[in-house]
Nanobody, 123 residues
Framework: QVQLVESGGGLVQAGGSLQLSCAAS?????????MGWFRQAPGKEREFVTA????????YYADSVKGRFTISRDSSKTTVYLQMNSLKPEDTAVYYC???????????????WGQGTQVTVSS
């Protein structure tokens, strides 16, 4: 059974930073081609944030977070990170980690999901 567990969410003031972590267990971590982060705000659809390839050599960001967020992965620790800087109130959402076979921005392409972690940015 594959499990993804997110951590690191919380409350932060606008302009602040947070780092989210996603720990993977079960299927060998390096067998997933892509690991991604998505977010969902109340009343809105789940949206793509960023994704990273198996090697870490390819990354993909939503325009709304480009230049502020950074995704990375540490294969030896089976963990993916999301460093979020210059946070804005509109970044407030539940953030989900996902694993899949294809590096892209579509939620349907990711087979495994974590339970989510809340990020709240106050103005």
């Amino acid at each position: 059974q594959v499990q993804l567990v997110e951590s690191g969410g919380g409350l932060v003031q606008a302009g602040g930073s947070l780092q989210l972590s996603c720990a993977a267990s079960g299927r060998p971590f390096n067998s997933y081609h892509a690991m991604g982060w998505f977010r969902q705000a109340p009343g809105k659809e789940r949206e793509f944030v960023t994704a990273i390839s198996r090697s870490g050599g390819s990354t993909y960001y939503a325009d709304s977070v480009k230049g502020r967020f950074t995704i990375s992965r540490d294969s030896s620790k089976t963990t993916v990170y999301l460093q979020m800087n210059s946070l804005k109130p509109e970044d407030t959402a539940v953030y989900y980690c996902a694993a899949g076979e294809v590096l892209n921005k579509y939620p349907g392409a990711y087979a495994y999901w974590g339970q989510g972690t809340q990020v709240t940015v106050s103005s």
